[in-house]
């Protein structure tokens, strides 16, 4: 992707696309993997996009390959969790870091997922320790 200088966000059903540089779209959908004390840990302690501190933003375009898509959901759960500890890693960094998750597959577009995350200045280390970590991926 080339260099961007300034990224807009829009938010909607028909967002206004930049008639210059290049867009990328996705939407918010159910979670896949989440289970129910999972998501009381969550909601407990996140906090949601657009707090006036967060003035830090990461986008990171992400695909998966063919092969995770052809598991099975049970096996994707087993490696996301079990194996990866993907949400008991990510729990550690709430609510330092606010995020949002968009699927993009299945619009056509380039990439599987846009993952989208916001922080304060001060958790600027704490967000490129997640990413380092294998679990971030
Ligand atoms: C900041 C802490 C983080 C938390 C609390 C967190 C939490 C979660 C949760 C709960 C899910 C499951 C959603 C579902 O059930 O569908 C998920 C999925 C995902 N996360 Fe994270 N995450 C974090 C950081 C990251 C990072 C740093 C990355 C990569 C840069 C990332 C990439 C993804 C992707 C791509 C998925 C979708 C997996 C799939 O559907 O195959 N997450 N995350």
């Not at 004390?37 to 407990?44: D, G, K």
């Not at 052809?70 to 729990?91: C, F, K, M, Y």
């Not at 330092?96 to 380039?110: K, N, S, V």
Request: hydrophobic share 40%; net charge negative.
């Amino acid at each position: 992707m080339a260099t961007a200088e300034r990224l807009d966000v829009n938010e909607g059903i028909s967002p206004d696309l930049p008639s210059t540089g290049w867009a990328l779209t996705g939407v918010t959908s159910n979670e896949r993997y989440v289970e129910r004390e999972e998501r009381v840990s969550l909601t407990t302690v996140q906090e949601g996009l657009g707090r006036e501190h967060a003035t830090c933003a990461a986008l990171i375009p992400m695909t998966k390959s063919a092969a995770w898509r052809d598991l099975t959901q049970d096996v994707r759960r087993e490696v996301l969790e079990a194996q990866s500890h993907h949400i008991a890693v990510g729990l550690e960094y709430l609510p330092a870091i606010a995020r949002r998750l968009h699927h993009c597959r299945d619009l056509g577009g380039e990439f599987d997922f846009l993952t989208w995350f916001e922080f304060a200045p001060h958790a600027d280390g704490a967000f490129e320790e997640i990413v380092g970590r294998p679990a971030g991926h």
